[in-house]
């Protein structure tokens, strides 16, 4: 087999393991969370998304009809034997995996409608590429629906106001998401460098390990902060304003402009579909069995 079909076929599972297997440390936080909370409706709530994921693991159904504009985490080693066609390899595989899972085709050619196979040349799917040392790559599909896409928050604030500022824009952000974005969030917060980057740090951000603090005590400490803060806000399951309002919140932080404080707020709904596989340039796979 090559390596080019090793590559595709880990893709397409990884997109069908990201849409139809919920990770199981959610499982169990949302399990928690559901004996912790007193309201019954609260509790309801949680007690359908579990059912859901449990039907979608047990059939290998997608666990949500909106099956998420597909994008894939790319860690590409110096001596993986791919390079420049890789793009044309991860395109193929969500051709497939759009008929095989299938994926709800989602792509929506501005001018041209929908193109019925979730690629749009020459940037859907979404490629996020970033050069390692090594010889293996490592590949991460996570396809995003839309709900929470929509509730996204962007801006440039002053520098004088700080980290004092950023924290009240993440609160107000997730305020204003409400019940928007089919809570309870999963949240990532990008902070620095430029208009554009900041959203792909927040992103970045969101595949974090769940529930471990930044390495940095200083981020840490702002990572706590803000996820009480963001559930006092008392949104709730689906914003019925019983159980918790998100289940975590990372932080990642780069340097800035003098001039500028660039802040992404990028809030993944309760289904954080994600999929890890690490592909050898001999094209051994190792997925990550977390989920």
Not at 18 to 23: F, M, V
Request: some cysteine; aromatic content about 4%; proline content about 5%.
């Amino acid at each position: 087999m090559t390596i080019e079909k090793v590559v595709e076929d880990t893709a397409v599972e990884l997109l069908r393991i990201a849409a139809t297997e919920y990770p199981k440390e959610y499982v169990k936080e949302l399990e928690k969370l559901m004996k912790e909370t007193k309201g019954e409706v609260g509790k309801s709530q949680m007690v359908s998304i579990l059912e859901d994921v449990a039907l979608a693991r047990k059939e290998s159904w997608p666990m949500c009809q909106d099956t998420g504009m597909v994008a894939f985490m790319v860690k590409l080693g110096d001596e993986f034997p791919l390079r420049s066609s890789l793009k044309e390899v991860l395109v193929n595989a969500t051709r497939r995996a759009t008929k095989e899972i299938p994926l709800r085709p989602n792509a929506v050619d501005v001018l041209k409608g929908n193109t019925n196979d979730n690629v749009c040349d020459p940037h859907v799917p979404m490629l996020y590429f970033e050069l390692v040392p090594g010889k293996d790559l490592e590949l991460t599909a996570m396809p995003k629906g839309g709900g929470s896409s929509n509730v996204a928050a962007h801006r440039m604030l002053k520098p004088g106001l700080g980290m004092k500022g950023v924290k009240n824009f993440v609160i107000e952000a997730l305020a204003a998401a409400g019940s928007l974005g089919c809570p309870p969030y999963f949240v990532g917060v990008g902070i620095g460098t430029s208009e554009d980057y900041c959203m792909v740090l927040a992103k970045k951000a969101l595949l974090k390990s769940f529930k471990v603090r930044n390495p940095d005590p200083k981020i840490a400490a702002i990572e706590e902060e803000l996820l009480t803060k963001v559930n006092e806000l008392g949104i709730g399951a689906m914003g019925l304003g019983e159980g918790s309002t998100a289940l975590d919140l990372h932080i990642e932080m780069a340097a800035r402009h003098p001039a500028s404080l660039p802040v992404g707020v990028v809030i993944s709904c309760w289904a954080l579909r994600h999929a890890k596989a690490t592909i050898g340039a001999d094209g051994k796979v190792r997925i990550d069995k977390s989920a």
